[in-house]
């Protein structure tokens, strides 16, 4: 199938509507057909009522000319009724309908247009810092930025997965200052493995020397002193610091894999990357006067946000005494990302709190001419995960949450929901399965959450087998399978389009030829959650279906058409689960 994809029934009749619109009006070419699912047809349409306001016409008046305008003769719409105040209610023939799902079917792609071809998304996620933990905070962007990788993947995008590590800073200096000043440090004396306890140890060592230099102003002077040498590349200090890296390089590997994300250790391109481009970065910028001095620091002045002072909002691109942060650092990411990588879009997923920080680097970056109209750039924007308490998640004693603990107990409660609901399933099984759901509960919690809102961290809750969760999806999935597996349907069925369309039949085939429509707008409006709404609204028109329509048991052409269904309804939702990064078991 071409990357065209099929077009979707609703887009079949928004285009209906519109050329009725031209009919009747022909000034309105561009309005909005305004057509949605429906519950009393199968489409609506709502365009007669902003309409006729314009050309001075009553709505009903406006929707009865459109009704009589509207063509029903190419075999798509079967019918169109004017109701209440002028809303067109559409149904379609039951050919139109089986046609769609079997060559939705018969596609590889299931007949969802590739609509990035030729863009190049890079999207920044993740990005934990080095010589710490990853704490519940980086398990929201790695999960979100992997399902916007996967959704764009799949619609055609060459996506750049830009994990931009915090591996570059003056806190390294102070580490490793330290480190060298404690020979007994578990950093010399244990053997460290390939997990995380690396970085547990970096992690108290950094406080340790945080510490040490807050209390002891000739530990701070010498840790400046080994800033300076990492910074003109002094070996000695530059090896410590590769090794730091790689240790945490490791761990956060060893969380990537057992979150089964897409990330990479090619993906891992850190601040310390961009540090021999800070310098040209900044002389850009100064050059083309955005960026200009304010007793010694070199500040961009935002033109757009003004603090609590009503002063300008200040960007930092190089501070007085020569050194360059956080600020300076995604100055020079961007540029890079625009001038090497040439992106066509721009995602940066952190938290909600940064929100401030990445408005100032577009304005800036598209001040200095970096960032056209071409370019779409956006933060996306997420909540926090929240306690029990309703507080920012954190242990009793106040510390970050250890993601490899979390991620134990999830695999640990639905090993136990798992093994009650199929007490047939081997050990070894039940281990994978038990790993999927419980890593896909955790996702699908996050995911399922519109993004921007702040969410509680909730076991019980989140691998319940009733209810809106990837442990729900990952039965009815199952379920759909194991029908396929009774019906013996190897081979693609053959879709008799005559055959009649039971009201169960045709919610579910409606529901499944708006997939495609779905992921454009995930990849729109870069919230995931659509996608997981979707998925739960599929697994319940086939629960529906299900119950109303027997499949093995039912004459042909009646039996071919459900599988038929079937089919289609368990290839989205393992795709679309894929594409929230979750695994679809055939059983379970
Ligand atoms: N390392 C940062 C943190 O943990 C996130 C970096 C996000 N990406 C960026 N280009 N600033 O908060």
């Not at 990330?263 to 601040?271: M, N, Q, R, S």
């Amino acid at each position: 199938m071409s990357s065209a994809g099929i077009l979707p029934l609703l887009g079949r009749v928004a285009a209906a509507v519109s050329e009725a619109i031209v009919r009747v009006r022909p000034e309105m070419a561009d309005a909005d057909p305004v057509v949605r699912r429906s519950d009393r047809a199968d489409f609506q349409s709502n365009a007669a009522l902003p309409l006729a306001k314009k050309v001075g016409m009553k709505p009903a008046q406006l929707g009865g000319e459109l009704a009589t305008h509207l063509d029903l003769t190419d075999g798509v719409i079967a019918d169109v009724q004017v109701s209440g105040p002028g809303f067109l209610n559409i149904s379609l023939t039951d050919r139109a309908i089986w046609e769609s799902v079997a060559a939705r079917l018969a596609d590889d792609r299931l007949g969802v247009p590739a609509t990035e071809n030729g863009h190049r998304v890079v999207i920044d996620y993740s990005a934990p810092n080095v010589a710490k933990e990853m704490h519940v905070g980086h398990l929201r962007t790695t999960i979100i930025g992997d399902s916007l990788a996967r959704v764009f993947g799949f619609l055609g995008a060459d996506v750049v997965r830009a994990n931009h590590l915090g591996d570059w800073g003056t806190q390294f200096g102070m580490l490793i200052q330290y480190i060298d000043e404690h020979p007994e440090s578990p950093w010399h004396t244990e053997e460290l493995g390939a997990d995380t306890s690396a970085v547990s140890a970096l992690d108290s060592l950094y406080k340790a020397a945080r510490a040490e230099f807050d209390s002891d102003p000739s530990f701070a002077g010498r840790a400046r002193t080994r800033v300076v040498a990492l910074q003109a590349g002094d070996p000695d200090t530059v090896a410590r610091w590769r090794e730091i890296v790689a240790e945490s390089e490791k761990a956060f590997g060893a969380i990537y894999d057992r979150l089964d994300v897409l990330l990479t250790p090619d993906d891992y391109v850190g601040e310390s990357f961009y540090n021999d481009q800070l310098a040209d970065t900044v002389a850009e910028l100064v050059d083309k006067g955005v960026a200009v001095d304010s007793d010694g620091d070199v500040v961009v002045l935002s033109e757009q946000v003004t603090g609590p002072d009503d002063q300008p909002v200040v960007l930092m691109a190089r501070k007085r005494d020569g050194g360059y942060g956080y600020d300076s650092t995604d100055l020079a990411t961007i540029r890079y990302r625009i001038a090497s990588l040439h992106a066509d879009r721009l995602l940066y997923v952190t938290d909600s709190r940064q929100a401030l920080h990445f408005q100032l680097i577009f304005e800036a970056a598209r001040r200095v001419g970096w960032l056209t109209d071409a370019i779409r750039v956006d933060h996306v924007a997420y909540g926090t995960i929240l306690g029990p308490d309703g507080k920012p998640f954190k242990t009793r004693a106040g510390g970050t949450v250890r993601l490899m603990g979390l991620l134990d107990e999830a695999s640990a409660r639905v090993r136990a929901v798992v093994a009650e609901k199929n007490p047939d399933l081997t050990a070894v099984e039940l281990d994978t399965i038990a790993e999927q759901a419980g890593i896909g509960a955790v996702k699908y919690a996050d995911l399922s959450t519109s993004r921007v809102k702040d969410y509680t961290f909730d076991l019980d809750r989140m691998t319940t087998l009733n209810g809106n969760t990837g442990v729900y999806l990952q039965y009815a999935h199952a379920r759909v399978r194991s029908i396929l597996r009774k019906a013996d349907a190897t081979t693609l069925p053959t879709v008799d389009t005559a055959g009649p369309l039971e009201p169960a039949e045709r919610e579910l085939a409606l529901v499944l030829d708006g997939y495609g429509t779905v992921l454009a707008e995930v990849a729109d409006t870069l919230e995931p959650h659509r996608l997981a709404g979707y998925l739960y609204e599929l697994a319940r028109a086939y629960t529906t279906f299900y119950d109303a329509c027997p499949v093995i048991a039912a004459d042909e052409p009646i039996r071919s058409n459900r599988i038929a269904l079937c089919g289609l309804t368990a290839r989205i939702l393992e795709l679309g689960l894929g594409q929230l990064g979750i695994a679809a078991p055939q059983r379970m």
